[in-house]
């Protein structure tokens, strides 16, 4: 959670929600289960969401609703869950907020639906039912085991072709792996006086079963033209045991980049148009730590014109917020895997990828680097910002899959350039916090939507100035608007002119 503001200012997350008055149904009990299967989280009585307005509790009703909060979350979530309940004043009035912690008897579900029907977790700011994947997950969570660790048993020993992982171990570290040292790498486990081969050592093969088992342990590649995914100019995918795809991916990516030259007092210096070293930290933590029990996804590397992005699926850990990225804080999910990626070189130290890809920003300033949680992804993007004479369009909506501009949900009837007119202005700079568009038209006085849409907010997002928050659901209930970094500069400067 952000915590440069205060909290009550702050848009809702995956670690905060806001009520008005008490829910109806199992709302609450399924957001407490959520926080408690995740990273926890804050649900705030007395504030008023759309739009964002402290209303408060009444000071006679705190602890009756304090007492009824604490009863229904005993009654209909199980395991045991205990809240930490306290009342915070704000702007003279109360409110009651009740703290989920992350629980350590995960999965957590509703008494009344059981586990495999009342289990849920946090996207974004709304709880989704888990599939059978993601309750497995939950169950590893509380035995404290990786996926990676976990024995394939419809795979046999000698099934499995492990020669390429062995030729590049003893490359890299001049060691010879025998048996008992894959067995003590974790790359195989004993059981029913049987040696099982993990799922690790199932990514790190070239055998059928890691098409079988993983077909999407693999990285798609794509440069598409302008910045949007309509027309792909090269694509590519990179598939092999997942330890050998980084310098594929820097080959794919350094052919659709440019190289400039400059002339110093001494000799030439190349550049690249992306510092190549922020992207092959990048790229190596996608592989490393992306969740390989997410079946459905696989690992994206997009180029656009104004940015180049990578996308591995899987959230962050529930114990490491996204603020604490970079810090030196380490949390790793694939513990098999990852000792094997530092023997390998390919992982320098703990702790420093997310450091080291800001320091190699940092001598391209023209470059920003962004981390984010997109759906259940997480991304890397490296921005190019805007310039003297050079006009980029960004930022990009979060998306879990290719990125999409938000020009793509814009009817092409409504495509249209605008000259900002006042009120304009003063829709963008209230799109500052995450609006939606009930927010929009009461700010601006307006009643009829189509009026809206075709006159503020489609030709705000045709010129990029205003994106969703949810691009991937746009007719979401729970869709907001926001103001983008290119929105924010042309605010300022046309605030410069007035």
């Known amino acids: ?29 399924r957001t407490v289960v959520a926080f408690a299967n995740g990273a926890g989280g804050k649900i705030v009585f007395g504030v008023k969401n759309e739009p964002r307005q402290i209303v408060g509790i009444q000071e006679d009703r705190l602890f009756a609703l304090e007492e009824r909060i604490s009863s ?40 009344s639906k059981g586990k495999h029907k009342g289990a849920y977790i946090r996207v974004g700011s709304s709880n989704r039912l888990v599939s059978h994947e993601m309750l497995e997950a939950l169950e590893r969570q509380r035995k404290k085991i990786s996926f990676d660790a976990m024995p394939a048993y419809d795979v046999s020993r000698d099934g499995l072709d492990l020669e390429r992982f062995k030729k590049d171990y003893l490359k890299a570290t001049g060691r010879k792996l025998q048996k008992n040292h894959l067995k003590n790498m974790g790359l195989f486990i004993y059981e029913q006086e049987q040696l099982w081969p993990t ?25 598409f033209k302008g910045t949007d995914t309509k027309v792909f100019i090269d694509q590519t995918t990179i598939e092999g045991p997942i330890h050998a795809a980084v310098e594929p991916c820097l080959a794919f990516i350094k052919k659709n980049i440019t190289l400039s030259s400059e002339i110093g007092e001494i000799y030439r210096e190349d550049r690249w148009e992306y510092p190549l070293e922020a992207i092959r930290e990048a790229i190596t933590n996608a ?31 529930d114990t490491l917020p996204l603020e604490e990225l970079g810090t030196g804080r380490s949390e790793i999910r694939n513990r098999i895997l990852a000792p094997i990626f530092k023997d390998l070189k390919l992982i320098e130290a703990w702790g420093t990828g997310i450091q080291r ?34 006009k980029i369009a960004h930022p990009r909506p979060k998306t879990g899959d290719m990125p999409r501009t938000s020009t793509g949900q814009v009817p092409d009837k409504y495509r249209t350039s605008i000259k900002l007119a006042p009120d304009m202005l003063r ?30 907010l489609y030709p705000l997002m045709k010129n990029e100035f205003v994106m ?31």
């Open 357 to 390: 890809m800001r320091i190699e920003v940092a001598n391209y300033p023209e470059i920003e680097l962004v981390l984010q949680e997109a759906g259940h992804a997480f991304q890397v993007q490296l921005r190019k910002k805007e310039t003297v004479g050079i």
């Open 199 to 223: 799922n690790a050592a199932i990514l790190l093969s070239d055998s059928p079963a890691r098409k079988r088992l993983f077909p999407y342990a693999k990285v798609e590649c794509a440069r």
């Open 287 to 317: 592989i490393i730590h992306r969740d390989y029990a997410i079946l459905g996804s696989d690992i994206k590397v997009a180029i656009f014109d104004d940015m180049l992005e990578i996308t591995s699926p899987g959230l962050l850990p």
């Open 427 to 456: 829709l963008l700079d209230f799109c500052k916090e995450e609006r939606s568009v009930k927010d929009m038209m009461a700010f601006l006085g307006l009643r009829h939507r189509e009026t809206f849409l075709k006159n503020y």
């Open 1 to 29: 959670m952000n915590t440069s503001r205060p909290f009550w200012e702050q848009p809702e997350s995956r670690r905060l929600e806001f009520k008005e008055t008490f829910p109806k149904g199992d709302q609450l009990a």
């Open 72 to 111: 229904l979350i005993f009654d209909r979530c199980a395991p045991i869950i205990i809240p930490e309940i306290y009342i915070q004043a704000v702007e003279g009035k109360n409110l009651l907020v009740i703290e989920i912690f992350p629980g350590s008897q995960k999965p957590y579900y509703l008494k």
């Open 468 to 498: 969703m928050t949810i691009p991937d659901k746009p007719k979401s209930p729970k869709q907001k608007y926001m103001i983008t970094t290119k929105g924010h500069e042309k605010l300022r400067k046309s605030l410069q002119k007035i």
